[in-house]
């Protein structure tokens, strides 16, 4: 399940972004981009990271995704308690 949603992010680099996290309700647009996520056994990305310094977006641990679905550009990802959605293309997930 990590390396799928790793790779469903990493398809979409470069694109414009709507990324909620949930319970917090933490809403962000932008530009997705991967950050280097050496010392984390997991990867990390950002919305907008050389434009604002909002810094990480989303972190995924290798260990901690419980599981992964992608449905209409929206990846749904359960990591403990968070639940983290990243959809792409800009449209709203209709979440926030």
Same mark, same amino acid.
């Given at each position: 399940?990590?390396?799928?949603? +790793?790779? +469903?992010?990493?398809?979409?680099?470069?694109?414009?972004?709507?990324?909620?996290?949930?319970?917090?309700? @933490? +809403?962000?647009?932008?530009?997705?981009? !991967?950050?280097? #996520?050496?010392?984390?056994?997991?990867?990390?990305? &950002?919305?907008?990271?050389? !434009? @604002? #310094?909002?810094?990480?977006?989303?972190?995924?641990? =290798?260990? &901690?995704?419980?599981? #992964? #679905?992608? !449905?209409?550009?929206?990846?749904?990802?359960?990591?403990?308690?968070?639940?983290?959605?990243? @959809?792409?293309?800009? =449209?709203?997930?209709? =979440?926030?």
């Amino acid at each position: 399940m990590f390396d799928e949603a +790793v790779a +469903v992010l990493r398809s979409w680099l470069g694109a414009p972004v709507t990324v909620v996290l949930e319970p917090d309700g @933490t +809403v962000m647009h932008g530009t997705l981009s !991967e950050l280097d #996520a050496a010392g984390v056994d997991g990867a990390m990305f &950002a919305v907008d990271a050389e !434009e @604002t #310094a909002r810094g990480v977006a989303v972190t995924l641990f =290798r260990d &901690a995704v419980e599981s #992964a #679905a992608v !449905e209409n550009d929206e990846l749904v990802v359960h990591q403990g308690r968070m639940i983290v959605r990243v @959809t792409c293309g800009g =449209r709203r997930s209709g =979440r926030d």
